[in-house]
């Protein structure tokens, strides 16, 4: 079961030859996919060899094949996790029952809601980082980009699979409209705001991979708990491939910080700017930035959406076996709100509150990875640590939208806020450096001047292999 049909037009492990109707189905979406690709995929590179992993089974450990590939021949498909005998419904209000099989009527409307967002994300995506391969720092993260570029794309088939095969023809309809919003478009936008913010640079890219696809970690692995059995599946096996794109935003942001610290060092005034580097307060900013960007992507703080999704047995918790209580009814979270410009705690029944346990799940990882910077910082002899703002700094959704805050996650008045921005988030002369330092890199091994050479390559190739050969 966990080895992958590729002999067929579409790989999968779900035997999709024995549903020629979905078969069909998918086969007609296809071509529309490869178009989209063609369009907003990555700009040119596309008839260059990539090295490439691709899935070859959904087992622990050997389901990695490594090969040159050229990006639109990558097998794209459908891998699911293997299924769970006699799984049951593990949280909410169905506990205990069988898990679906089959889309429960009741809910169909809100889980083809989820569904639809968790796809909208993944096109976005490579939309968002659609000319970045024009201004790699090197050809080995020329590769991680497209790396990375391609399983977004194969994640957007593992939710059109659901679509398809589990929603009949509206879930069709919303399929072909997954290639039709754009990031950014102001007439049809993507459906989260992170996706809809521009990626002109490797650093914003690096911060992306970092704490926007750590979004997706966190809303997959809730979603890998679903009581809707084959949503559950698909996102178990799109967690193991989206490992490997935080690996790409740490170690990214972590070569920025080793190689601006070398240069400060070897410039008499310290100043790595002024040696071609980017400075340690403007990474700051940048990671100000997409941290507080990416909390927004968990929702409001107070949810009755995210009350349904649980109570129905559609979207858990971060590892939910780990909580003693399923049912979330008799507890309640203190939820800070702001009332006449002062922060007040509030008691939040529990159900209400999910949004914020996840968020609170997602930060304490963020901070184990500031960490990893920070003792970078330090074994480099460099007294400046990184900081995560406080969750209230620069919010657009939930309940501190609304007000401002400075990074300590104090209350401040507009003006105030205004009058240090610069100081907080990228300015427009920050982004003007940053971008300014963007030429590319292709000589094997070399590496731009403002980032340092990763420790050791990929699938234990050296670092100076060739990543991606130019075919034009
Ligand atoms: N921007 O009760 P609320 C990934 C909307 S990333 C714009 O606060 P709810 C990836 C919300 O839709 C993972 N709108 O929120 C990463 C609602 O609209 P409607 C993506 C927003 O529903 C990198 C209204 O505000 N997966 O995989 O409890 C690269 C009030 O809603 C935003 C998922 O998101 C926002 N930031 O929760 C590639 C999982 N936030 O319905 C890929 C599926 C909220 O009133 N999605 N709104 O029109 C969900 O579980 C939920 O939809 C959310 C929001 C957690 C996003
Ligand atoms: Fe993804
Ligand atoms: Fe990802």
Redesign the pocket.
């Known amino acids: 079961m966990a080895g992958i049909d590729y002999t067929s037009r579409i790989p999968n492990n779900v035997n999709l030859a024995s549903d020629s109707r979905l078969q069909r189905a998918l086969e007609k979406w296809q071509p529309a996919f490869l178009e989209w690709w063609q369009q907003m995929g990555p700009e040119g590179w596309q008839a260059s060899d990539v090295y490439l992993r691709t899935a070859i089974s959904t087992d622990k450990g050997g389901w990695a094949h490594f090969d040159y590939v050229k990006m639109p021949d990558y097998r794209w498909g459908i891998f699911l996790n293997d299924a769970e005998q006699d799984r049951k419904i593990h949280f909410g209000d169905h506990a205990g029952q069988p898990a679906w099989q089959e889309v429960p009527g009741e809910y169909r409307n809100i889980l083809r809601?989820?569904?639809v967002?968790?796809a909208?994300?993944?096109p976005?995506?490579v939309e968002q980082q659609r000319y970045l391969g024009a201004t790699a720092p090197s050809l080995y993260d020329l590769r991680n980009l497209f790396q990375?570029n391609v399983e977004?794309g194969r994640?957007l088939w593992a939710m059109v699979y659901l679509l398809h095969g589990y929603f009949g023809r509206d879930g069709r309809e919303e399929a072909d409209e997954l290639l039709q919003r754009r990031a950014g478009d102001e007439d049809k936008p993507r459906?989260?705001?992170?996706?809809n913010q521009a990626c002109p640079d490797w650093l914003t890219f690096f911060c992306?991979?970092t704490f926007?696809?750590?979004?997706?970690?966190?809303?997959?692995g809730?979603?890998a708990e679903s009581g809707f059995d084959p949503l559950a599946r698909t996102c178990r096996f799109?967690l193991t491939e989206?490992a490997h794109?935080l690996f790409v935003g740490q170690t990214g942001i972590e070569r920025v910080i080793r190689r601006s610290v070398e240069l400060a060092r070897q410039d008499p005034n310290g100043d790595a700017r002024a040696q071609g580097g980017i400075d340690l307060a403007t990474i700051q900013k940048y990671v100000n930035y997409w941290f507080s960007?990416s909390l927004?992507?968990?929702?409001?703080e107070?949810?009755?959406?995210?009350a349904d999704?649980f109570a129905s047995g559609l979207?858990g918790r971060w590892k939910e076996d780990k909580y003693e209580d399923h049912s979330a009814l008799d507890a309640t979270l203190a939820i800070a709100h702001v009332e006449d410009g002062r922060v007040v705690d509030k008691a939040i029944p529990l159900r209400n509150a999910?949004?914020e346990v996840?968020r609170g799940e997602y930060v304490k990882d963020c901070e184990g990875v500031v960490e990893k910077w920070n003792r970078t910082l330090e074994e480099d002899g460099s007294d400046f640590r990184i900081t995560l703002p406080s969750t209230r700094f620069h919010r657009?959704?939930?309940l501190y939208a609304d007000s401002c805050f400075d990074p300590s996650g104090a209350p401040i008045s507009a003006e105030a806020f205004e009058a240090r921005r610069g100081e907080w988030l990228p300015s427009a002369a920050d982004r003007e450096y940053v971008h300014s330092l963007m030429a590319p890199v292709h000589e094997p091994g070399k590496m731009a001047n403002w980032i340092a050479a990763p420790r050791r390559g990929i699938n234990n190739m050296p670092t100076d292999y060739e990543y991606v050969k130019r075919v034009d």
């Open positions: 809601r989820v569904i967002t968790q909208d994300t993944e976005a995506s990375v977004e994640h459906i989260l705001d992170a996706f992306f991979t926007t696809d750590r979004d997706g970690k966190y809303q997959l809730a979603l799109m989206e794109h960007y927004d992507l968990f929702g409001s107070v949810s009755s959406n995210a999704f979207k999910m949004n996840l657009r959704q939930g």
